[in-house]
């Protein structure tokens, strides 16, 4: 439940196309009624051209802070009156945080991706690393990894070129010889040395909801290699990917902490708070009981 609307509520919400679904107001909407703030989040579906319109509108608006999800994260670059250094990188946006001028950029998502797998106990320091994927999102994963010193990424693609480009672009980030990250045909897994375990990140749209009976690569020899599967996929909650990294005896996580962590991040942006980890979980359950009302279950 929403606190009571008067002159003094901050806005903030979430801009993208489509938004219907989103689980975000209940993140923000739950973290400000229990801290007390005074701050309302709601979605705004904005059509495509509009963007530009959207984003001067909301800072008219004196919106506090705005979320941005596909199909805007790079295209409300141009947009911005400053960006933070890791959402340059990444070259995506999530986050607007307001300033005097305008609205600065961040990326909250790797941080809370990161701020996940370190809550359920998945470590990347050191690691070596199976990306599946070469879009936007195995780009900003490479990043992270990088970021927060694993020790090798191995991008898996159909087209090997979109992965080497991923790959070139990392790795002159390094400033070092060393080759941090490689590209490698989806298909040629098997090439990967005998008896190496990875930490493997699902970072495509393969079997979210309601295709939910596929994954990337099905052969159970692939999932032998993986000691911990992460799959940024959060409906359905168990995806195929994940079935296969338990059935080899792997240990298995979904994107929903994830999300809970991006729009946590983004929300101590706004207001300065810092979420302690007991509200975390009681945020992240009600995110559990909204999707089972909106399933129906």
């Known amino acids: 439940m929403l606190n009571d609307i008067n002159g003094y509520t901050r806005t903030c919400g ?6 219907e679904h989103t689980l975000s107001p209940v993140i923000h909407n739950t973290l400000s009624m229990v801290l007390g703030k005074n701050l309302a989040y709601v979605p705004f579906h904005v059509e495509t051209g509009r963007l ?7 800072f008219a608006l004196n919106l506090l802070g705005i979320n941005v999800t596909v199909p805007y994260k ?9 960006i933070d250094p890791l ?6 946006v999530n986050t607007l945080v307001r300033t005097e001028k305008g609205y600065k950029g961040y990326n909250t998502d790797m941080p809370g991706l990161y701020r996940a797998m370190c809550e359920d106990g998945v470590k990347v320091k050191g690691q070596k690393v199976l990306i599946l994927g070469a879009g936007g999102v195995a780009r900003a994963v490479a990043m992270m990894l990088l970021d927060k010193g694993a020790k090798e990424a191995i991008i898996l693609n159909r087209t090997v070129e979109k992965a ?3 790959a070139d672009e990392v790795n002159h980030l390094t400033g070092k010889k060393r080759k941090f990250a490689k590209a490698l045909s989806i298909d040629a897994y098997d090439t990967l040395p005998e008896g ?3 930490l493997a990140i699902q970072a495509t749209s393969v079997g979210m909801y309601p295709d939910c009976d596929a994954a990337v690569i099905e052969d159970p020899t692939f999932y032998k290699r993986v000691h911990t599967g992460y799959d940024l996929i959060f409906n359905p909650p168990k995806t195929r990917f994940m079935e296969l990294v338990e059935a080899q005896g792997g240990e298995a996580y979904n994107g929903a902490k994830m999300l809970l962590y991006q729009g946590i991040i983004a929300f101590e942006l706004w207001t300065g708070c810092q979420v302690e980890p007991w509200l ?13 009302t909106e399933d129906g279950k």
């Open 74 to 82: 790079s295209d409300v670059i141009p947009y911005l009156d400053d």
């Open 164 to 166: 080497q480009s991923i």
């Open 14 to 19: 979430l801009i993208g196309n489509p938004v």
């Open 87 to 92: 959402a340059s990188n990444i070259g995506a």
């Open 196 to 198: 190496e375990r990875y």
């Open 280 to 292: 975390a979980d009681k945020v992240y359950e009600r995110m559990q009981k909204a999707k089972k």
């Open 52 to 58: 530009e319109d959207a984003v001067k509108g909301a």
